[in-house]
């Protein structure tokens, strides 16, 4: 759906995670190359005793994650821990590891390869936290080219209208950790993501293209930062977007993941084009 001008809303939040799955960044401005958004999921941990990349999907075992954030700064990346210590991220991974109670490496660059694990979200909601669920491995960035810690595709976005029919505000929006949050125009409905995909989305001089509706773990039902848990953050698109994903199969989904087909600039309040 569109205004007049055939825009379809403007971008309403712009973020950036140094670190995958820490808290991140809310950023004026974006830098968007081909391998997607510069200095977005650049560090990763590694589980020393099984090799795969730690993310909160698993969160009996990385929850705490989120309990970090990681900036960046002119030195470089910044890691800050719960108790609000500040630590350069190439000298975190011994204190993150008494933290998370797992030894633990910082990876600069995705391996080849490289997996994480992913319960299922039902198993998690049912079962509990420190449930020993069925894991699946997942591996990453096999819609991104580059080394990034994406999931799949290289920049996510999420619209507010289907913010909006969940239930949630702009802030909020950090549990389902996109790079963009979109305005959408008064009308539009909710999970209108879905119909992006294979499409031209626009943002200001960036241009994507939609690969995929963004399937959800537990993740967003976690604990960021300060917001509390919010197992209707899944619960929601478990009741009302159920849709084909890719190799997901059909799955709860909010939000899209998009690969990048002209690199720039994505500011605040830039317009939104799709199609």
């Known amino acids: 759906m569109t205004n007049g001008d055939g825009v379809t809303g403007r971008v309403a939040v712009l973020r950036r995670y140094p ?6 960044e809310q950023c004026k401005s974006l830098d968007v ?11 990763a941990l590694i589980d020393e005793e099984s090799g795969r990349v730690a993310t909160a999907k698993n969160p009996r075992l990385w929850r705490h994650l989120l309990e970090c954030s990681a900036d960046t700064q002119d030195a470089g990346v910044v890691v800050r821990l719960p108790d609000g210590r500040r630590l350069p991220v ?21 391996a080849a390869g490289a997996v994480l694990e992913r319960p299922d979200p039902d198993d998690v909601l049912a079962q509990g936290l420190d449930a ?4 699946a491995l997942l591996e990453l ?12 595709s290289p920049v996510h976005l999420i619209a507010t209208s289907t913010l909006d029919a969940i239930g949630f ?11 963009v949050v979109i305005e959408t125009v008064e009308g539009t409905p ?5 119909d992006w995909v294979g499409t ?3 943002l200001g001089e960036v241009v994507l293209r939609g690969t995929m509706p963004t399937p959800r773990c537990s993740v967003p039902t976690l604990e960021h930062g300060d917001l509390p848990r919010s197992p209707h953050s899944v619960r929601y698109p478990q009741e009302h977007n159920r849709v084909e994903a890719g190799e997901f199969g059909v799955a709860p989904c909010a939000g899209l993941y998009a690969e990048v087909v002209t690199g720039g600039t994505v500011r605040h309040g830039d317009p939104v084009r799709v199609g």
């Open 200 to 202: 031209t989305v626009r």
């Open 90 to 110: 190439a000298e975190a991974a011994p204190t993150l590891s008494e933290l998370l109670g797992r030894r633990v490496r910082v990876a600069d660059e995705r």
């Open 141 to 152: 960035g096999q819609g991104a080219p580059g080394g990034a810690f994406v999931d799949y």
């Open 169 to 179: 505000d702009l802030d909020d929006s950090v549990r389902y950790r996109p790079n």
């Open 19 to 24: 670190v995958k799955s820490m808290l991140g």
């Open 33 to 43: 190359g081909p391998l997607g958004v510069v200095g977005d999921r650049r560090y």
């Open 132 to 135: 020993e669920t069925e894991i």
């Open 190 to 194: 909710p999970f209108v993501e879905n």
